[in-house]
Nanobody, 119 residues
Framework: QVQVVESGGGLVQAGGSLRLSCVVSGSIFSINAMGWYRQAPGKQRELVATSGGSTNYADSVKGRFTISRDNAKNTVYLQMDSLKPEDTAVYYC???????????????WGQGTQVTVSS
């Protein structure tokens, strides 16, 4: 089994900062890409930032959010600065995991963490 657990969400005023963490544990041979996605009420889930062979950001968060990884801890972070009310959403972590040396790489999702930015 593979577990993906996010933490760090909460309520913050506009202009504030939050740092999200995501830990991947369980039967893991390797982790390829890791990333953050978000889903606001009534909207589709969208990519926020990914870290694999390269780092990618949604245009809406460039210059404000920073993704980083600690591979030794199977952890990915999302530092969110200059938060805006439109950043309010449930933030999900996704990890591309190979469980065994001979297995394919599959994506695993966490349960999500709520981020609410008040104006």
């Amino acid at each position: 089994q593979v577990q993906v657990v996010e933490s760090g969400g909460g309520l913050v005023q506009a202009g504030g900062s939050l740092r999200l963490s995501c830990v991947v544990s369980g039967s893991i041979f390797s982790i390829n890409a890791m990333g953050w996605y978000r889903q606001a009420p009534g909207k589709q889930r969208e990519l926020v930032a990914t870290s694999g062979g390269s780092t990618n950001y949604a245009d809406s968060v460039k210059g404000r959010f920073t993704i980083s990884r600690d591979n030794a801890k199977n952890t990915v972070y999302l530092q969110m600065d200059s938060l805006k009310p439109e950043d309010t959403a449930v933030y999900y972590c996704n990890a591309a995991v190979r469980r065994f040396v001979s297995s394919v790489t599959l994506g695993y999702w966490g349960q999500g963490t709520q981020v609410t930015v008040s104006s």
